[in-house]
Structures are given as structure tokens and as C-alpha cells.
């Protein structure tokens, strides 16, 4: 009777656990709605978006050195002089300008738009982690969701196998030692589940910190991204547009032109000004009030000849540094080739594992069914039904994470090349334009009317 019980239970039970890592309800939320969540919730871009700002303005401070400083000076004096008192009062409207520095302005400008421009590349690799982190953050909670199903689905087979074993020992059929073994593989499986539970929780506030938000249901997961036709163009790809590499080429370049700067430092520099001042002199003793206007126009040439070794320092550091940004270069283009090779790398391993166990999975599918006919006659024990059962759920539990293997080392390799960003992955929204900040900016705007436009771009950016 209870044979013939245990065979009616079986197909239904076979059929709970291996639908436990496929039956998975409608989604609604996308990887895409993830990564432009991720995007648009970044405090990390939004720094750095304020970093490349302040970029811009150094460039602007940069090109406002070549142009005239207008200032107002106002004074007054008091004297007392063999007991008379008497006092000045003089306003005047001052202007300077460096005439001729011998190129020092113009290589500043020049590092400033440098920096610029490393600044710039530099956001884009922000970019990178912060897509990169969502889409890790997609992959988990999804993953761990479909473990948490895989369970629950456990625990609710191993509590039939359970109750079945138990039946079977009322009729004397198994001994307390497999009803034993029973009890100990439903026990193991709920504390499987409660820490599978936890790591869907830990992975929901993972998603939250990245996107702003806890995921609701997510889509099935879409196709991977298209890969190069070889390794060999990933890396090509990689060391012609990584924004890493980009970076520390502007800043190789900014650090060769500041060695041309330190030794422009020993050039003379031709200054100019005037003055327009209007004074008013009075003396109790005379008590007679003398009002002056007086106009003023200097020239002025200037050479350090001796600085106690400082400019020569100077001119040394920057050689350092140019030579350390040289290094950096070629171990950032070392480093990205290495991280386009063991990206590729990953995706073959995983793409050899989902192979590999979906061979398992058959077999160990067949053995569980074949074993669990074997137990109904008495030719196994309770013991290996279960073991067979653990098989065919680690078997599965191991596809959920080479999926999302897989998945991910194809986002990392675009990462990798420096391809992982909105515009590129063409999520169709509104991206941040770098350039706009600078352009309101380049000049040193003064008037209103240039004010204005900049008005109009920091409102734009929501920072107004």
C-alpha cells in the first residue's frame, strides 16, 4: 500500500523540485530600467559631475590671467604735525595686465584644458562602475530569488519524503534510522532556505543602495551583449577608448607641458597699468582745502636671477612628475588589456559551466528518478534518495550562478573596453553633457548676458 502510495507521490515531487528553478512569475522591472535608475540616482556621478565643473572653472581662471584687472582703491589719512592737524582722502581706478610673460599664461591654459579633458574621461569611468555595479545588483537579486524558490521547492519535497518515511516505518517497512535521515535532510534544507532568504535580502538592499529604490519583479534576464569577432580586437578596443586609459593620457600631456611651464617660470614678465586718481588734501593750519586729479601709466619688466634653488626644484618635481604620469599610462593600458583578457576568459568558463551542468542536471535527473524506483523496491534506502535529491539540487543551484556568470563577465568585458555607458548601450534617455558646463564657461564670462547662458546650463543640470 505504501509502495503504491509512494509511487503516485513521486512524479507530482519530482516535478515541484525541478520546477522550482523554472517556474518564475512575470516580470516588469528590466536590466535596462535598473541601469537608468542606477544612473540617474548616483550621488557618486553627481560628485563627480561637480568635479569636472570645478575643472572648468580652473580653465577659466587659466585664460582670465591674460586679461586686465580693474580694480577701485580707496584711502584716507590722518596726520598731526607740530600740533596741526591734517588729513587726505583719495579714490583712484586701478588697471593691470600682463603684456608679455614669454609663453607662462599660455601653457597654463593649456594644462587647464588638459585636465579638462582627464576630468572628463575620468567621469566616464564613474559611469562604468555605477552601470556596472547596477547590473551586479540586478543579477543577485534575481539569482538569489530563483535559489530562494529552489528551497522552498526543497523543503516542500523533503517534507513529503519525510512523511512518506514515516508511513513506511508505522507499517515496519524502514527502520527509525531512515526516518531519522529523512528528519535531518528536511532540517538541513530549512536552514538552507533561511540562508538562502538571507541573501535575497542582503541583495535587495545592495539594489536599493544602487538604484535608489527595492526591486520589484524583475524581467528574465535579456541576451548578452554581442561580443568582438576575437580577443585580440576586445584588447584593441580597450586601449583606444577605456576612459581610464584616456585619462592618463591628458594627464601624461598636462604633465609635460607642466615641465615647460616650470621652466617658463625663469622668464621675464612685462607688466602694465594705470591710474586715474582724484585726492583732497586739507590743513587746519592753513585751513585751505586742495582737491588733485592725477593720471598715471607704468611699464614694468621682471626677471628672477637667483630664487635659492627653488625654481631649479621646481623644474626637477615637474620632470618627476611627468615621468610618474609616463608609468601610470602604460600600467593603466597593462591593466585594461589584463582586464579585457580575464573578462574573455570568464565568459568561456562560464559558458563551459552551463554545459557541463546542464549534462549533470540530465543525468542527475535520471539517477533521482532511477534511485527513487529502486527505494519503492526495497533496493535503496532512504538515504540514497536523498543523496540523489542533493545531487540534482546542488545541480541546479550551480546553473543559477553560471547564468548570472555568464551574464555578468559580459557586461565586465564592456566595462573592460570602455564600452559599458548610456550612450552606448543606447538606454534612451537623456545623458549628462560634459561639455556644456565648459563651453558656458571657457571665456570667463562676465556680462549679463553670458551670465545668463550660464544660468540657463546650471539650471539645465539641476544645480540652480
Known sequence: ????????????????????????????????????AAYRHSALLEQNRAVLRAADEDA?????????????????????IEGFDGNSASISLQASM????????????DIAKESVLAT?????????????GAIRAYLDVRSATEQVELQQNSVRVLGEEQQAATDRFDVGEITQTDVSQADAALAAARADLASAEG????????????????????????????????????REIGQRTHPLIQQ?????????????????????????????????????????????DVGSVSLNMSQTI???????????RAMAQRDATRSSLLNTARQVDQAVGTSWANIDVAN???????????????????????????????????????????????????????????????SSMGLLTVENLKLGIPTYDPSAYYKAVKDAPFTSRQGESLDRVLRSIGKK
Not at 99 to 107: F, S
Not at 310 to 315: E, I, T
Not at 367 to 391: H, K, M, P, S, Y
Open 248 to 292: 592618463a593620457k591628458r594627464e601624461a600631456a598636462a604633465s609635460e607641458l607642466g615641465v615647460a611651464a616650470a621652466a617658463a617660470e625663469r622668464n621675464p614678465e612685462l607688466t602694465g597699468s594705470a591710474a586715474l586718481t582724484k585726492q583732497t588734501n586739507k590743513t587746519q593750519a592753513t585751513g585751505s582745502s586742495l582737491e588733485s
Open 60 to 80: 577659466a581662471t587659466a585664460l582670465a590671467q591674460l586679461r586686465p584687472i580693474v580694480q577701485w582703491v580707496a584711502g584716507y589719512t590722518y596726520q598731526n
Open 352 to 414: 563551459a559551466q552551463i554545459s557541463a551542468i546542464d549534462q549533470q542536471i540530465v543525468s542527475a535527473r535520471q539517477a533521482f528518478q532511477g534511485v527513487r524506483e529502486e527505494a519503492t523496491l526495497g533496493a535503496r534506502t532512504t538515504l540514497d534518495v536523498l543523496e540523489a535529491e542533493q545531487i540534482l539540487l546542488q545541480a541546479m543551484a550551480d546553473k543559477i550562478t553560471a547564468v548570472a556568470n555568464l551574464q555578468l563577465a559580459h557586461y565586465q568585458l564592456l
Open 120 to 132: 572628463r574621461a575620468s567621469l566616464v569611468g564613474v559611469e562604468q562602475d555605477v552601470l556596472l
Open 199 to 234: 541573501d535575497l535580502e542582503v541583495a535587495r538592499e545592495s539594489f536599493r543602495a544602487a538604484t535608489g529604490k527595492f526591486p520589484n519583479k524583475l524581467d528574465p534576464l535579456p541576451p548578452t551583449p554581442k561580443l568582438p569577432a576575437s580577443l585580440a580586437s576586445a
Open 1 to 36: 500500500m505504501f509502495r503504491n502510495r509512494l509511487k503516485v507521490l513521486q512524479r507530482p515531487l519530482l516535478a515541484a523540485l525541478l520546477a522550482g528553478a523554472t517556474a518564475l512569475p512575470a516580470y516588469a522591472e528590466s536590466l535596462a530600467d535598473t541601469m537608468v
Open 98 to 109: 600682463t603684456l608679455y610673460d614669454w609663453g607662462r599664461n599660455a601653457i597654463a591654459i
Open 306 to 316: 637667483y630664487s635659492g634653488g627653488r625654481l631649479p626644484s621646481a623644474h626637477r
